[in-house]
């Protein structure tokens, strides 16, 4: 069976987290190697570590509320070693985030002993520039406590076990990158093809998400007020969908945007919704995948983020 590298932070993950993730990993069918499998040995913890990363079939990343303890003479952590080493190694990687939504951020925090949350400020910022460093290069998951990031890390080495991505994350991601880099047409085309083949059921981010983005491409970089009516309607119904699979505030902000600069065609009903739907964003916590999905708008309708100052 496939190894996987279970790489995090000790003194705070080795009660709840840790042994949940692992047992996790047993149930999608892999082994799991990490710490707990060094005992005594003359090496250094980091050698021990990138050892282990290179017996591994996957790699996979929990991060929490501290950056860890450095390599000896380096100013990097061993956890952020073992990702360098799994990315020079071209391993697949997942990684697993504490949430930074509003009320769920204090609900994980909760569930670490109170001494095992950086506050010194180095330290702080080192774990910030890491989590960011995952963020803009992976497809991170979320957790608020042992079960969620059990469900997700079972359900995420389950599929790569068994070939990897579905076609319709496939897709997502391709459709994601095609529209960053302005290549419209291919995007369109793979987007519509992950809005039909996630389901909204067992993957409703990802669902949502491909719905977005779908949205943004269709605007075609075109400003909401110059569409026709039913090419408003599309692009409304797609965010309508995606604020109903996966409400997130920065869905509601772009529906309303949309919606208030077409509205000054002349047709106020929709002011009124929009007015309503960023009341609904305003009483709902943003977190940096909110903050990535305004700055994508903002990069591919810059003057309409302009204006309304996104």
Not at 184 to 207: H, I
Request: net charge neutral; charged share 25%; hydrophobic share 40%.
């Amino acid at each position: 069976m496939d190894k996987v590298f279970v790489s995090s932070t000790w003194e705070d993950m080795r009660v709840h987290y840790r042994p949940a993730v692992l047992q996790a990993v047993r149930e999608a069918g892999g082994v799991p190697v990490g710490m707990e499998d060094f005992g005594s040995n003359t090496e250094r913890g980091d050698q021990r570590s990138t050892l282990g990363v290179g017996q591994a079939a996957i790699y996979l990343v929990v991060i929490g509320f501290r950056y860890g303890s450095l390599v000896p003479g380096e100013q990097i952590s061993i956890t952020e070693l073992e990702y360098e080493m799994a990315l020079r190694r071209g391993m697949p990687i997942l990684a697993y985030l504490t949430s930074e939504r509003p009320g769920e951020i204090e609900q994980v925090r909760a569930t670490f002993p109170p001494d095992s949350v950086d506050v010194e400020p180095t330290a702080l910022a080192r774990l910030a520039a890491f989590r960011q460093r995952l963020w803009a290069s992976h497809t991170c998951s979320t957790y608020t406590g042992t079960q969620d990031l059990r469900v997700c890390v079972t359900r995420d080495v389950r599929r790569l076990l068994a070939g990897g991505l579905t076609e319709g994350e496939i897709r997502l991601k391709k459709g994601h990158d095609a529209l960053v880099r302005g290549d419209l047409q291919n995007a369109q085309v793979d987007l519509q093809l992950a809005v039909m083949n996630l389901p909204e059921q067992s993957n409703p981010t990802g669902a949502a998400r491909a719905r977005f983005l779908l949205s943004l491409v269709k605007l075609n970089d075109r400003r909401p007020v110059a569409l026709m009516l039913t090419q408003f309607r599309e692009i409304e119904a797609l965010l309508k969908a995606a604020v109903n699979i996966d409400p997130r505030p920065s869905y509601l902000i772009v529906l309303a945007a949309i919606q208030l600069d077409f509205a000054r065609n002349g047709m106020s009903q929709y002011a009124g919704e929009a007015e309503r739907f960023l009341a609904r964003a305003s009483t709902m916590g943003a977190d940096a995948e909110d903050q990535r999905n305004l700055a994508l708008f903002a990069r591919c309708q810059p003057m309409l983020a302009t204006h309304l100052n996104l």
